[in-house]
Nanobody, 127 residues
Framework: QVQLVESGGGSVQAGGSLRLSCAASGITAGAYYCMGWFRQAPGKEREGVAIIDTGGSFRYYADSVKGRFTISQDNAKNTLYLQMNDLKPEDTAMYYC???????????????????WGQGTQVTVSS
């Protein structure tokens, strides 16, 4: 059973940086996954921020974070990262790690595509 555990959230001032980590356990050896970061601000819907195909070149970034956020993976550690630079107050949200086994369908930022979720880590950016 796959489990996802996020860490690295916190409070920073605008313009600062944070790196989120998502440690995955129970990953099937040799399998490919769509993995990504979603966020949800109070009163708003959860949205896809950055997605990666662990076995391919697919990368997705929401327009609001392009050029500021970078998603990466460390296969040896089964860990997903989100480097967030030049943070803005509008980046304040609960950030969730998500995954699904990538069999045939290409990875996407659609919320409904993901059946594995972490508990979330809070990111707060003050102006």
């Amino acid at each position: 059973q796959v489990q996802l555990v996020e860490s690295g959230g916190g409070s920073v001032q605008a313009g600062g940086s944070l790196r989120l980590s998502c440690a995955a356990s129970g990953i099937t050896a040799g399998a490919y996954y769509c993995m990504g970061w979603f966020r949800q601000a109070p009163g708003k819907e959860r949205e896809g921020v950055a997605i990666i195909d662990t076995g391919g070149s697919f990368r997705y970034y929401a327009d609001s974070v392009k050029g500021r956020f970078t998603i990466s993976q460390d296969n040896a550690k089964n860990t997903l990262y989100l480097q967030m630079n030049d943070l803005k107050p509008e980046d304040t949200a609960m950030y969730y790690c998500a995954a699904r086994r990538r069999l045939i369908r290409q990875c996407s930022p659609s919320l409904a595509d993901y059946n594995l979720w972490g508990q979330g880590t809070q990111v707060t950016v003050s102006s």
